[in-house]
């Protein structure tokens, strides 16, 4: 039996549901209901799911359960990774409304013992100790930190994701990925705990290797994990309950070594390039849609429609920040990004996700949330009606698609694009910087490209309510 056809018996049997009145209702043969219930057969379409949930009168959660059951049993393993993606997705950081305050340097009371070797029996003693490590480092000019890691120990990662260091503080980080396609959700998962440290704005760096086994990190007999700073280190297991604490110098310093060397055989996680005016040649380098042919394809899915394509070379002039050192030569550049991306638009080859909310924000601003303001002037109401003209027409030739369902709420602070064989991730940190995050590792740019390849029909409006309720914010400006 399928996973649909057992929650189907489950609820038929709790509402006491006859056979012969649910097949009238979904207008199908009894004996299709009972294929349905066997497990021989599954529904055509989520359109005859929904008739039975309304016939059995079913709570949201309980047709949520029997829908995402359906199409557990359609899409077999796909359906855990593309829900998987939806999920991180949904719950991105959001963009913090102001800087966390600085991290208050640790009261002389809390500090360590003078002990070079101490003895940690605990979790709570471990995270006792990594706790005044990781403020005692981040109250210093140039700390660094060092974490040979899995993100399923929270701890470390939350107190990184909440610091303010006063100084300049580098953190670099090696994990293990699995490249057994059977346990690549649990990759998914590392990115959702690793990226709240992104957005918080440290200078953080994720190396990664692949380990199929994950011998190093399950072994009982050693211990895999190490945290380290400039002067003291900790070891601990792989169940972070039993750890050694050291602060001889010399035990630090190859314990360092040792972690470099490990880090030179990895390969880096992400590319993350701050988008700001003093940094836009290494921008617009990566950025750059113009060096890409126009033929291959570009899916985004962000707040906001993608206002690129339809910004002229006019438009691009009266709203840029002309003040910009030189202004000239990044005005030239952009105006050749945007022409690419409306020949992608004329030729059918840019698809771009986005949400009702991010449109009507764009209306009563004029900001478009991908672009610093340091960059641009807020578009005036009379320059914003001929961009969401633009996006309407988009809409009824279902290139832009407006999401609606749990996608309705993403997070302002994302902004997905994926290419033939790229994939970026663009968001606001919690110190007020843009940053434009090129995904390097493979599979995390595969499953990214299946999902918004592939996005569930029911996760968008159709053509006409998209290009209505387009229509909606257009009048609120007239």
């Known amino acids: 039996m399928s996973t649909f056809s057992e929650i189907l018996n489950n609820l038929k049997e709790e509402k006491n549901i006859k056979v012969q009145p649910l097949a009238r209702y979904c207008e199908v043969e009894r004996s299709t209901i009972y294929k349905f219930l066997n497990g021989k057969r599954l529904p055509g379409s989520i359109d005859i799911v929904k008739k039975i949930a309304q016939f059995m009168q079913l709570t949201p959660s309980e047709s949520e359960l029997l829908v995402n059951a359906w199409k557990e049993s359609q899409m ?20 913090p409304d102001k800087p966390l305050p600085p991290t208050a340097p640790l009261p002389s009371s809390s500090q360590m013992s003078d002990n070079t070797f101490v003895v940690l029996s605990s979790q709570q003693y471990i995270d006792n100790y990594v706790h005044q490590m990781i403020l005692s480092e981040a109250g210093k000019p140039n700390g660094k930190i ?41 990759n998914l998962q590392y990115l959702k705990e690793i990226f709240p440290i992104y957005t918080n704005g440290l200078n953080y760096e994720t190396w990664y290797f692949y380990n199929n086994t994950q011998h190093n990190f399950c072994s009982p007999s050693i211990m895999p994990y190490l945290i380290l700073t400039s002067d003291s280190a900790v070891m601990c297991t792989a169940d972070y309950q039993t750890g050694l604490y050291y602060r001889d110098q010399e035990t630090v310093r190859t314990l360092w070594k040792i972690f470099e060397k490990n880090r030179s055989q990895c390969q880096p ?32 899915l962000q707040p906001e429609a993608c206002m690129t394509p339809f910004i002229t070379g006019k438009l691009l002039e009266d709203v840029f920040n002309h003040d910009l050192p030189q202004a000239d030569i990044m005005l030239s550049m952009i105006e050749k990004i945007f022409l690419t991306n409306k020949r992608r638009v004329k030729s059918g080859r840019f698809l771009i996700y986005f949400t009702e909310a991010g449109m009507k924000h764009f209306a009563e601003t004029g900001l478009i949330e991908e672009f610093p303001d340091a960059f641009y002037h807020a578009f005036t109401p009379k320059q914003r009606l001929p961009l969401l003209e633009e996006i309407k027409a988009c809409c009824q030739k279902d290139y832009y698609r407006i999401l609606k369902g749990p996608l309705q709420y993403l997070p302002a602070n994302l902004h997905l694009c994926v290419r033939d064989s790229d994939c970026e991730l663009t968001y606001h940190t919690s110190n007020g910087k843009t940053i434009f995050l090129i995904v390097c590792e493979s599979q995390f740019f595969q499953m990214f490209k299946d999902y918004l390849e592939q996005m569930d029909k029911e996760s968008y409006y159709s053509p006409e309510e998209a290009s209505t309720l387009i229509q909606n914010i257009i009048n609120t400006l007239l």
């Open 76 to 95: 077999g393993e796909q359906y855990h990774s593309r829900k998987s993606v939806e999920d991180f997705i949904c719950h991105f950081p959001s963009r």
């Open 146 to 186: 060092g974490m040979f890691l899995q993100p399923d120990c929270p701890f470390p990662f939350r107190l990184l994701a909440s610091l303010n260091p006063t100084g300049n503080l580098v953190i670099e980080h090696i994990l293990s990925l699995n490249n057994n396609p059977q346990k690549q959700l649990c």
């Open 269 to 300: 996680l992400f590319k993350p390039i701050p988008i700001s005016p003093e940094n836009y040649l290494s921008v617009f380098h990566n950025i750059d849609d113009a060096k890409d042919s126009p033929d291959k394809k570009i899916i985004g």
